[in-house]
């Protein structure tokens, strides 16, 4: 998947030049994804040999990566991994690190999982920041090569067939309340990107009033006999 390229005309990306820029630019014109392009130094992949987490997801904490036997580079990824957190609680934000073999999939008919594209959402105003350090990153579809899932005629008559009522306003409100309405199918010329490694990521989420549409995402799939991967997430 190619990593995102803001140069052709899309205008929803803006790469900014630092931490600083990341938090103060507002949102608008359009413009519903700030990205903080870098180039990290240290091996982020020993951190994850060292941790030996073999399934599901492991947050983890400042005790936990300083407790690991590590060369200088791998000290440089848990120096970053740290300083990442650090920088985002001094705005007042709450990160949290993850270690992820895999996401738990839902086995519905109409999936609402993290692999599948959708927006994160919120009931007041908030954004998402995102990092991924090491084997593969989070992939965005562009909101104009996306649809609303619950507006894809197969997917709503399937929808329409579990809700199994027959109220217009109940069935909004199942909508809702499944998050169908957050979930989204790409168009059949989309062309997805990656967010990079390294990158520190603020993207819009759906609440009420954002003067944006939201970033549409989903989290890479996951290929058994991978090493896990390290998400930075607030
Ligand atoms: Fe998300």
Not at 161 to 186: P, R, V
Request: charged share 25%.
């Amino acid at each position: 998947m190619p990593l995102f390229d803001p140069s052709p005309g899309y205008h929803r990306i803006k790469v900014v030049k630092s931490f600083h820029e990341l938090v103060t630019t507002p949102f608008g014109d359009g413009v519903n994804a700030l990205c903080w392009q870098r180039t990290l130094q240290g091996n982020f992949s020993e951190v994850v040999e060292h941790l030996d987490v073999r399934d599901g997801i492991t947050t983890l904490d400042e005790a936990r990566l300083n407790a690991l036997p590590l060369s200088a580079a791998g000290k440089a990824a848990v120096e970053i991994l740290l300083e990442d957190q650090k920088l985002l609680r001094t705005v007042g934000l709450s990160p949290i690190l993850d270690c992820i073999h895999a996401y738990p999939r839902d086995d519905d008919r109409v999936s609402t999982d993290v692999y599948s594209f959708h927006a994160d959402s919120a009931t007041v105003e908030a954004d998402t920041y995102l990092c991924s350090y090491n084997e593969a990153s989070s992939e965005g579809l562009r909101n104009d090569e996306a649809l609303r899932r619950i507006d894809v005629p197969e997917t709503r008559a399937e929808l329409l067939e579990i809700f199994s009522g027959d109220d217009d306003d109940d069935f909004l409100e199942f909508l809702k309340e499944n998050c169908y309405d957050l979930h989204y199918a790409s168009v059949p010329q989309a062309r997805p990107f990656s967010f990079g490694l390294g990158n520190l990521w603020r993207i819009a989420v759906d609440y009420p009033g954002s003067p944006v549409p939201p970033c549409i995402h989903r989290a890479p799939e996951t290929v058994p006999g991978r090493p896990a991967r390290l998400l930075l997430i607030s």
